[in-house]
């Protein structure tokens, strides 16, 4: 079935730098593209990153040119790079197959989220 095992975060200080990954299997990684998604305590879930099958990358606004996604299908690992930190990103960060519809993505139908790996950000 699939597994999506999340790992890489931490307490850091503003301003730091966290490297988040996560091991997919259960389904063909190669041919799905994947998101990164993000939960602060009393919020809804949110997709802050996203990367093609093919290498295609994107993000939302509020991250932009401080994260970085990327992808080894050989490995069958996602990674999210998290540099020049701040308070507001501290939440648990999930993986996920994404599908990209009507130019926005979308968590993909199959599979249930991993258990998360908590990135915590201190001012």
């Known amino acids: 079935q699939v597994q999506l095992v999340e790992s890489g975060g931490g307490l850091v200080q503003a301003g730091g730098s966290l490297r988040s990954s996560c091991a997919a299997s259960?389904?063909?990684?190669?041919?799905?593209?994947m998101g990164w998604y993000r939960q602060a305590p009393g919020k809804e879930r949110e997709l802050v990153a996203a990367?093609?099958?093919?290498?295609?990358?994107s993000y939302a606004d509020s991250v932009k040119g401080r994260f970085t996604i990327s992808r080894d299908n050989a490995k069958n690992t996602l990674y999210l790079q998290m540099n020049s930190l701040k308070p507001e990103d501290t939440a648990v960060y999930y993986c996920?197959?994404?599908?990209?519809?009507?130019?926005?993505?979308?968590?993909?139908?199959?599979?249930?989220w991993g258990q998360g790996t908590q990135v915590t950000v201190s001012s």
């Open positions: 259960g389904f063909t990684f190669s041919d799905y593209a």
């Open positions: 996920a197959p994404v599908a990209y519809y009507s130019g926005s993505y979308y968590r993909a139908n199959f599979g249930s």
């Open positions: 990367i093609s099958s093919g290498g295609f990358t």
